[in-house]
Structure formats: C-alpha cells, structure tokens
C-alpha cells in the first residue's frame, strides 16, 4: 500500500469521526499531534527508488540478435500491378512533352476562370469607388513552370491554343476528351483535338519561371463564357526532347474602368482546373514492381511471415533448430526492393513517397479498400530520384515490424485477421506522371524480406 | 463512559482491520535483493527493532509471528500496524556510489481472544525481491555494430499470511502455533533496446518476460515462560518448500525451494524497576537452498541481537520507555561465494497514549536504526525508521 495514502487515511479517519477521537479521551491533542509529527518521517521515505543493481550478472540470459534475409519464394506470392487510380487533374498541375525520350507527348489543358466584374479604381475626381463597367482590352496568358522538375536548361518554345471540343476535365486523355459511362467521345485529333492557335511563347529557364502569351480581346472575350465545356486553353511544347512540370497559370487583364476611361487597370484572372494528357499511356510491367504515375500505379503482392527459421548459425547456437519464430522476436521487419530504371519518359525528378497498406480484400482488386498506412512516417519511405535513373540497383527497405509480428500471430491487436496482402502505393495518389520502379520476383534483385530476430533464453526464477 | 470507550475501539479496531485488508504484500530495500531470491524482511515492530531483537522473547505481548507464545500475553484485542521508511547508501569496489530509499509495511495485524486464548491474523514480510539493472552490449545486425541496452527488472516479494492462535496454559507459561502461507508474485521481465539511449530508430524492444506466484506453507510453534524477573522463549518454524508457479504465458519453469528450518530463542531479565535487557537469536542454515539456485550463493541466516531498555523514562507528561540495542545477522543470499553481515545499531522510545487499568490501548513505538551490509565488493549504510502503532480493547 502506498504509504502517503495510508497515513492520510488513518489521519482523516481519526479528525473526521469524533467517536474515534474519544478513544483518547483527554489524549486527543497529544495522539494527532503525535501522527503529525511522525507524518514528514513517513511521508520523506514514502519516494520509492528501485535498486539498480550494479552487476550484470543479475541479467538473466543474454539475447542474441540475429538478421535473417528470406528469399521472396519463402515469403512472397501473387505480384500484380494495377493502374488507373485517380486522374491527372487531381495534381492539379501540368505536363508538356514533345518526343521526350523518343516517345513522350504530353500536353496541358486548362480550363478559364471567370473574370473579375468589378474593380475599384479612382474615378476623374479623384475618389477611389468600385466599378462594375470594365471594358477589356487585352491580357497576357501567363504560365509558371517548375525549373527543377523541367528537363530543359535551355529555352523551349510554347505554343498556346483555344480548345475547340467539349472535354471532361476528369476523364479526358491523349485519346478521349470524354470518357464517362455512357459518354466517350474521342478527339477529333488525338492529343486535343483541333486549338486555335492564340500565339507562341518562349520560356527561357534561367530568365525565371513564367511564360508569357499575349491575348487580344477577341479571344479573351470567348473565354468569358464559363459555361462553355468546349472553352478552354492548351499548351504545346513546340521543341522535341523535353518535359516541362507546369506548376500552375493565370490570365493578366487590361481593362479600361468607365469611371476613369483615361486609365488602363490590370486584373487578373485565374485558372479553375487543369489536367494534362499524354502519350503513349505506359503498360504495366510484365516482371516487375511500379508505384506511382498519373493515374497511379499500384503493386499488390501476397505476403507469409515464415514461422520457422532454420540454417542461422549464430540463432541456432542459442536456440534449438529449427526454430519456431513467436511474433515478440521478431525486432524489425522490411520489405526489400530493388530499384531499377524506369522508363525514362517517366522517369521521377523528384523524391517518390512509398508507402505500404493491408489489402482487406483482394478477390476485388483493383477496388478492395486498403487499411492504414504500415508506415511509421505520415509522408511515406522517401526515396531518391536517381535511384531509378542512373543509381537503379538501390536496396529500398520499407519497413512493417509491426504488420509482420500481427501477421505472424494470425490478428492485431484489435483480434481482427491479419491481411495476407499488402499494396505498394505512393502517399499521395496521383503525385505525378513519374513513377517509381523495382525488381520484380525471379530477377537478380526480386524482393526480399530482411528480419532482425532477437531470441532469448526463457526467463527463470533464480 | 465504558460504553463510550467500547464503541470508539472498536471503530479503531475496524478502521485497523480496513488497513490490513487493503494492505500488499510488504518488503524492504538493498541492492541484495539481486542475489539469490532476495533479502529478508524481519516482519517486526517498533520495539523489536528499536532493542535489536530477532523478534521474540520479549516482555508483554506480542503480535510478531515469530513469537507465538507472546500471543497470549495480549490478553485484549489489539490491532498493529508498521511502517518502515529506509533510506540507503551504497558503495562498491568499482567506484560506483549511490543512495536509493523506500517505504515498506512489513507488519499488519489483528489478534482477538477466542476460546480462551488468543488468535491472530497477520500479513508478515518474507522476501524483498525488487531490482533493476542494465547491461550495455553491441551486437552486429548488419551494418556494423548496434547499442544494446538489456533492462531487467525484477519486482515482486515473499510474504507470508498467517493465522495463529496461543493460549497461556498457566500464569507463567504460554504457548502458540501459527499456521502461514506463503504468498507474493515475482515479475521478472527483460527489455532489450536498440540503438543510442533516446534515439527513437527502428527496431523495436524485445521483451522476454516471466511472472510467477509464490506458494507454500510454514508452521510456527513458540511457547514463551515467564519466572521471577524473566521471560524466556522460543519458537521453531517449519517451512514447506517454496513454490514459484509459472504464470500460463510463461516461458520459464516452475521452481520450488527449499526453506530451511528456523529456529528462534529470545529471553528479557528485568533488572530493575526501570530496567530490561533483552537478547534473542535466530538459526536458519540457508545454505541448503544452494542445490536449488540457479545464480547467487545461499549462505547461513543466523544471527543475534541484543538490547536494553529503561522503562521509567517520560516524554511530554507520558510514558516513554528508551531502547537501545545492536544486531548482527547473516543475508541468506549473496553475490559472491562469502558470508555477508547485517549490522545495526538501533535505538528507539516507546509513547503511551492511553492506558486504562495496565492495558496500552493505543500506543506508538518509534525505532532508528544505523546499521551496514558488507561484502567484498559492495557496503550499503542505511538509516531505516520504524515506526508502529498499536491500538487495544476493540
């Protein structure tokens, strides 16, 4: 019993019931002056400090750990890659390409927002009011691009277009510019059908981010009309042998306000979607293992904790082999894979989140929903972007030692089933139009299953 | 009035009885708990410590399992409770020091006349079992070696439930027997980390752990004789073995130990009016649990303690009997193959608090006691107060 709470409770009995007190009669005051003083006495000693003892030789056994590495035959079973998760237009942000690595096309399309309607501007007096009677006189298409992502160090020209077909921006690809149920309807010309051509640009990298078109007011006054699905701007790369990231645009406005008609006003007006398109749409790799892309790429593989481990030296000397693995030995458990170079039209130029999920339900792939992430880090297993370019061969480990202890025991600790079947995925799906690329089984580098295993002699009385 | 003073003892007496119920198992500290199955919790009051006493052969009652004839001299219901705050230092050979402290309850008791005589329930210390202690490894996971830090820690007790009736045969000899089981768990538990101290990485801990229920039965016989101006006695307990049951997820073993036979002697002479010297000893041959251990050395536990006490001192207006005595007795358990020592020098007083017709119906007992463990390698100097409170007539 802790000692405070017993002092206090024979104090607190004694002072609360007052046939108590008279035990002691004409004592009273003496008795509870008497517990008081005693009480620091108590009280000081009540600090409990376990005695660290200072001989090792008061650990019992010493455990012995090992790192095992299970071939993906031992372990591992059913690889299958899937595709067609989310689209383009969720990144939010575009793809130009003209025959980059021979064979990537890609083009951006954008759909306008509305134009500001009214403006406060000073009037001929003088007096700043708003005003709703804007004449526009022209504007710029300005586009921002990601120098880092880009391919190009040089300049590149751009070509910007009108659309001139209703597209979906959800659905829309190389070949389709609607592709609903019930409702696909191919480009009159693959890769957007036929633009009108609103002028070229060029965009110089180490002059800055922005690409500038200029617009007549014609062509600004068509893409007024919000409700329009056939409105809408493309951008071309026009020189071959790139791939430009687009990170966002937005349309500049000169407008001449009827309060003031001597002056010239700059609005600006921004984009309410993008998506991009491209060509050719990548197969999915017969032998190996893709994650990421747009829309996104899973891997599925079916996955066996062994629960017998034999043929380990150091583990055999301290423990009979073979030797049945309980789910508390196993220390630290990871997925290997191997990166290999991917395709280099999609090749990433930045890092590729990983991140790992229990499959629930595989029979309905590729629609099974997927349980939380096995991954400690909420952003996923970075890896490099060189480890799919000229660093592929990279040993990728994406560790689980928690799902690998539940699926050994058969459930989690919640008692539900352990599932046998884990997805491959990026974090945020799609991220990008790169993707990310591994060994496959059966290849020099097929995935492996990397465990640390600490074994101990059981704990025993003295 | 008498009513009065029946109604409010008994409330004390329930309000005691409340606190025994609640009570766990008790045990003190040292770092000697590491050797063997632990360091041994004599299960006495203030008295007993403060004279140096092994627990039996003193004047008036007693509610000390080790003295089952001083349970009839009770004579009234009567209720005790000890508490025992320590505090310890210690230094070994290789230049490690530290202080550690704690508070333990080793004695909880109710004792009630029946048939005659008087029966006891007590719940008394045996074992203190806790420890800790860490071992810093490398071990080679791959990629060169890795920190590894084993914490063991150990926490659990022996203590022991007794029931016990005695009953004075004449007016000058008593005699008493208590029937006691062993109870406690022992939790042993080993957590293995990786990595720098602080550094969350990814390999998680591995823990290996065992946790067992003690079990086992003592019986204690005693008889206590009173002559002219001495009380002379003994007692003689008799252990079963003791049994670690495994708990059912528990990998190690069941185990059984086999307690020895201890014998106790005490006797008090009244010198004088106001003078009592008291001396007691205790024979237990430990050393025969050796065979059962499978680390530390089980060594013999006998010893002897001796004490005076002047019973005409007053403090604020009360009687307040001043006791001093010495302690030397054998820890059963020890690291190293060598007999290790428990000295004390100890010295207490007595408060009276109310007494109605020669019987104490509440009173305290204070001792302060000095004393050192020593082995080769290690010395412990502890301070250890014990402080019990003895209420009556319930």
Same mark, same amino acid.
């Given at each position: 019993?802790?000692?405070?709470?017993? =002092?206090?409770?024979?104090? %607190?009995?004694?002072?609360?019931?007052?046939?108590?007190?008279?035990?002691?009669?004409?004592?009273?005051?003496?008795?509870?002056?008497?517990?008081?003083?005693?009480?620091?006495?108590?009280?000081?000693?009540?600090?409990?400090?376990?005695? +660290?003892?200072?001989?090792?030789?008061? =650990?019992?056994?010493?455990?012995?750990?090992?790192?095992?590495?299970?071939?993906?035959?031992?372990?591992?079973?059913?690889?299958?890659?899937?595709?067609? %998760?989310?689209?383009?237009?969720?990144?939010?942000?575009?793809?130009?390409?003209?025959?980059?690595?021979?064979?990537?096309?890609?083009?951006?399309?954008?759909?306008?927002?509305?134009?500001?309607?009214?403006?406060?501007?000073?009037?001929?007096?003088?007096?700043?009011?708003?005003?709703?009677?804007?004449?526009?006189?022209?504007?710029?298409?300005?586009?921002? *691009?990601?120098?880092?992502?880009?391919?190009?160090?040089?300049?590149?020209?751009?070509?910007? !277009?009108?659309?001139?077909?209703?597209?979906?921006?959800?659905?829309?690809?190389?070949? %389709?510019?609607?592709?609903?149920?019930?409702?696909?309807?191919?480009?009159?010309?693959?890769?957007?059908?036929?633009?009108?051509?609103? !002028?070229?640009?060029?965009?110089?990298?180490?002059?800055?981010?922005?690409?500038? *078109?200029?617009?007549?007011? +014609?062509?600004?006054?068509?893409?007024?009309?919000?409700?329009?699905?056939?409105?809408?701007?493309?951008?071309?790369?026009?020189?071959?042998?790139?791939?430009?990231?687009?990170?966002?645009?937005?349309?500049?406005?000169?407008?001449?306000?009827?309060?003031?008609?001597?002056?010239?006003?700059?609005?600006?007006?921004?984009?309410?979607?993008?998506?991009?398109? %491209?060509?050719?749409?990548?197969?999915?790799?017969?032998?190996?293992?893709?994650?990421?892309?747009?829309?996104?790429?899973?891997?599925?593989?079916?996955?066996?904790?062994?629960?017998?481990?034999?043929?380990?030296?150091?583990?055999?000397?301290?423990?009979?082999?073979?030797?049945?693995?309980?789910?508390?030995?196993?220390?630290?458990?990871?997925?290997?894979?191997?990166?290999?170079?991917?395709?280099?039209?999609?090749?990433?130029?930045?890092?590729?989140?990983?991140?790992?999920?229990?499959?629930?339900?595989?029979?309905?792939?590729?629609?099974?929903?997927?349980?939380?992430?096995?991954?400690?880090?909420? *952003?996923?297993?970075?890896?490099?972007?060189?480890?799919?370019? !000229?660093?592929?061969?990279?040993?990728?480990?994406?560790?689980?030692?928690?799902?690998?202890?539940?699926?050994?025991?058969?459930?989690?600790?919640?008692?539900?089933?352990?599932?046998?079947?884990?997805?491959?995925?990026?974090?945020?799906?799609?991220?990008?139009?790169?993707?990310?690329?591994?060994?496959?089984?059966?290849?020099?580098?097929?995935? *492996?299953?990397?465990?640390?295993?600490?074994?101990?002699?059981?704990?025993?009385?003295? | 009035?008498?009513?009065?003073?029946?109604?409010?003892?008994?409330?004390?007496?329930?309000?005691?009885?409340?606190?025994?119920?609640?009570?766990?198992?008790?045990?003190?500290?040292?770092?000697?708990?590491?050797?063997?199955?632990?360091?041994?919790?004599?299960?006495?009051?203030?008295?007993?410590?403060?004279?140096?006493?092994?627990?039996?052969?003193?004047?008036?009652?007693?509610?000390?399992?080790?003295?089952?004839?001083?349970?009839?001299?009770?004579?009234?219901?009567?209720?005790?409770?000890?508490?025992?705050?320590?505090?310890?230092?210690?230094?070994?050979?290789?230049?490690?020091?530290?202080?550690?402290?704690?508070?333990?309850?080793?004695?909880?008791?109710?004792?009630?006349?029946?048939?005659?005589?008087?029966?006891?329930?007590?719940?008394?210390?045996?074992?203190?079992?806790?420890?800790?202690?860490?071992?810093?490894?490398? #071990?080679?996971?791959?990629?060169?070696? &890795?920190?590894?830090?084993?914490?063991? #820690?150990?926490?659990?007790?022996?203590?022991?439930?007794?029931?016990?009736?005695?009953?004075?045969?004449?007016?000058?000899?008593?005699?008493?027997?208590?029937?006691?089981?062993?109870?406690?768990?022992?939790?042993?538990?080993?957590?293995?980390?990786?990595?720098?101290?602080?550094?969350?990485?990814?390999?998680?801990?591995?823990?290996?752990?065992?946790?067992?229920?003690?079990?086992?039965?003592?019986?204690?016989?005693?008889?206590?004789?009173?002559?002219?101006?001495?009380?002379?006695?003994? @007692? &003689?307990? &008799?252990?079963?073995?003791?049994?670690?049951?495994?708990?059912?997820?528990?990998?190690?073993?069941?185990?059984?130990?086999?307690?020895?036979?201890?014998?106790?002697?005490?006797?008090?002479?009244?010198?004088?009016?106001?003078?009592?010297?008291?001396?007691?000893?205790?024979?237990?041959?430990? @050393?025969?649990?050796?065979?059962?251990?499978?680390?530390?050395?089980?060594?013999?536990?006998?010893?002897?303690?001796?004490?005076?006490?002047?019973?005409?001192?007053?403090?604020?207006?009360?009687?307040?009997?001043?006791?001093?005595?010495?302690?030397?007795?054998?820890?059963?358990?020890?690291?190293?193959?060598?007999?290790?020592?428990?000295?004390?020098?100890?010295?207490?007083?007595?408060?009276?608090?109310?007494? #109605?017709?020669?019987?104490?119906?509440?009173?305290?007992?204070?001792?302060?006691?000095?004393?050192?463990?020593?082995?080769?390698?290690?010395?412990?100097?502890?301070?250890?107060?014990?402080?019990?409170?003895?209420?009556?007539?319930?």
């Amino acid at each position: 019993m802790d000692g405070r709470k017993l =002092v206090s409770t024979v104090l %607190y009995q004694l002072l609360r019931k007052k046939k108590s007190l008279r035990v002691f009669g004409e004592h009273r005051r003496f008795v509870v002056l008497t517990m008081l003083g005693l009480l620091p006495l108590i009280t000081i000693g009540c600090q409990e400090q376990i005695p +660290v003892a200072l001989d090792d030789q008061a =650990v019992p056994g010493v455990p012995v750990s090992v790192t095992v590495e299970i071939p993906w035959t031992s372990f591992g079973s059913n690889v299958e890659v899937f595709g067609g %998760y989310g689209s383009a237009e969720e990144i939010g942000s575009g793809v130009l390409a003209e025959d980059f690595a021979g064979t990537l096309n890609a083009r951006t399309l954008m759909r306008i927002g509305a134009y500001p309607r009214i403006a406060t501007v000073r009037d001929t007096t003088g007096a700043s009011r708003p005003d709703s009677t804007l004449t526009i006189l022209g504007g710029r298409f300005v586009a921002f *691009f990601d120098t880092i992502a880009s391919t190009n160090t040089n300049p590149v020209r751009l070509a910007l !277009g009108a659309t001139t077909e209703a597209w979906d921006m959800a659905t829309t690809s190389w070949t %389709y510019a609607v592709d609903t149920i019930n409702d696909q309807r191919p480009w009159t010309e693959a890769g957007g059908g036929v633009v009108t051509p609103l !002028g070229e640009a060029i965009w110089d990298p180490s002059l800055g981010d922005t690409a500038v *078109f200029v617009l007549d007011s +014609v062509q600004l006054a068509e893409w007024s009309d919000t409700t329009d699905l056939s409105i809408g701007a493309r951008i071309d790369i026009i020189d071959p042998g790139h791939r430009l990231a687009l990170n966002a645009a937005l349309i500049r406005l000169d407008a001449r306000p009827s309060s003031n008609p001597d002056t010239i006003i700059e609005l600006t007006a921004l984009t309410s979607g993008s998506t991009f398109i %491209y060509s050719p749409f990548p197969e999915p790799p017969p032998d190996g293992v893709r994650i990421g892309g747009a829309p996104s790429w899973r891997t599925i593989l079916d996955l066996q904790i062994p629960s017998v481990i034999d043929d380990v030296p150091e583990l055999c000397a301290v423990v009979s082999c073979p030797h049945s693995l309980s789910p508390g030995e196993i220390s630290y458990a990871a997925l290997v894979l191997t990166s290999r170079t991917t395709e280099l039209a999609f090749q990433p130029t930045d890092s590729i989140r990983l991140d790992v999920r229990p499959v629930l339900d595989r029979a309905v792939m590729p629609k099974s929903p997927l349980g939380v992430s096995l991954i400690a880090n909420p *952003f996923g297993r970075s890896v490099s972007p060189e480890a799919f370019g !000229g660093s592929s061969g990279l040993e990728i480990e994406i560790p689980f030692t928690g799902y690998a202890r539940d699926r050994l025991r058969g459930k989690d600790a919640s008692g539900d089933p352990t599932p046998g079947t884990l997805a491959l995925l990026s974090v945020i799906e799609p991220f990008s139009i790169t993707f990310a690329s591994f060994e496959g089984p059966s290849s020099a580098g097929e995935p *492996f299953l990397r465990l640390i295993v600490t074994v101990g002699p059981p704990v025993e009385l003295p | 009035m008498t009513r009065l003073w029946m109604t409010s003892a008994r409330v004390a007496g329930f309000l005691l009885l409340a606190l025994t119920s609640t009570a766990t198992p008790a045990y003190t500290q040292s770092l000697f708990n590491a050797a063997g199955l632990g360091t041994p919790v004599d299960a006495l009051d203030g008295r007993a410590r403060a004279l140096g006493s092994i627990g039996i052969g003193l004047t008036g009652g007693s509610m000390m399992q080790t003295d089952p004839g001083g349970l009839a001299r009770l004579e009234i219901s009567t209720g005790i409770m000890a508490a025992s705050p320590s505090w310890i230092d210690y230094s070994a050979s290789n230049s490690r020091s530290g202080t550690f402290k704690g508070n333990r309850f080793p004695l909880l008791g109710i004792a009630y006349p029946v048939l005659g005589g008087m029966a006891a329930i007590q719940i008394s210390s045996v074992l203190d079992q806790t420890y800790e202690v860490t071992r810093i490894g490398e #071990t080679d996971l791959g990629d060169g070696p &890795v920190r590894t830090s084993d914490a063991f #820690t150990q926490d659990g007790s022996v203590s022991n439930v007794n029931l016990g009736f005695s009953r004075a045969l004449t007016d000058w000899f008593a005699t008493g027997l208590t029937v006691g089981r062993f109870a406690g768990n022992l939790d042993r538990t080993l957590v293995r980390a990786y990595g720098e101290e602080g550094v969350a990485g990814n390999v998680d801990t591995y823990v290996e752990s065992g946790v067992w229920s003690w079990t086992g039965w003592s019986l204690t016989a005693g008889a206590s004789a009173d002559f002219e101006s001495l009380r002379v006695a003994a @007692s &003689v307990q &008799v252990p079963s073995e003791l049994s670690g049951t495994a708990a059912a997820d528990t990998r190690g073993s069941d185990r059984s130990f086999s307690i020895p036979v201890q014998y106790r002697v005490g006797a008090t002479a009244v010198l004088g009016p106001s003078i009592q010297v008291h001396g007691s000893a205790v024979f237990a041959d430990w @050393s025969k649990m050796q065979d059962d251990l499978s680390s530390g050395y089980a060594k013999s536990g006998s010893g002897y303690g001796m004490g005076i006490e002047l019973s005409r001192a007053r403090l604020l207006g009360k009687d307040a009997p001043l006791r001093f005595g010495f302690r030397q007795t054998g820890l059963p358990f020890a690291f190293e193959d060598e007999s290790v020592k428990e000295r004390i020098l100890s010295g207490g007083l007595g408060l009276v608090l109310n007494e #109605t017709a020669g019987f104490v119906l509440a009173g305290v007992d204070l001792a302060i006691e000095r004393g050192r463990r020593s082995s080769a390698n290690l010395t412990e100097n502890f301070w250890r107060a014990t402080l019990s409170l003895q209420t009556s007539g319930f």
